[in-house]
């Protein structure tokens, strides 16, 4: 487990070492992530000790929220007068990311995920549907 949080930490670092380095207008975190990707790509996925420390940081993601709510209470006055603008740009923001994930992924299903497979489903098929029977309805 140490190592794998070693490797997380560590491309990090020479996310934000890259980054600053070249006057990137990407946080580090985000390269170092993009890093971290390409190494599973190269060595064929993350090891078992890399699933299972991402396994005990995503249980416990939770407690990222409590300096979200400390800033709130420091900064209520703030969040009472600039409220609507910031709820409002946090759901628009929501909703924007949802659907530009949801199309990014149809175009990689259509552009990767279709070789070899099954020949393509008429327009009317639902993408969405998980059903293994097509969709014609009932439980699977």
């Known amino acids: 487990m140490v190592g794998a949080l070693a490797m997380l930490v560590v491309c990090q670092l020479i996310g934000e070492i890259v980054v600053h380095g070249l ?3 990407i946080p580090g975190p985000v390269l170092g992530l993009l890093l971290l990707v390409a190494w599973f790509a190269w060595r064929g996925g993350p090891t078992q000790t890399m ?3 991402a396994d005990v940081i995503l249980s ?3 407690l990222l929220f409590v300096p979200a709510a400390v800033g709130i209470v420091q900064h209520g006055q703030r969040f ?3 409220g609507p603008a910031i709820v409002t740009a946090l759901f628009a923001s929501s ?3 949802i659907a530009v994930t949801a199309y990014a992924f149809l175009w990689a299903d259509r552009r990767f995920g279709g070789k070899g497979a099954a020949p393509a489903a008429p327009a009317s098929h639902d993408p969405f549907d998980t059903d293994t029977n ?7």
């Open 23 to 25: 006057h990137l207008p």
């Open 51 to 53: 699933g299972t420390t």
């Open 60 to 62: 416990n993601l939770s």
């Open 80 to 82: 009472l007068t600039q």
């Open 95 to 97: 909703i924007l990311t």
């Open 134 to 140: 097509g969709g014609a309805g009932g439980a699977s």
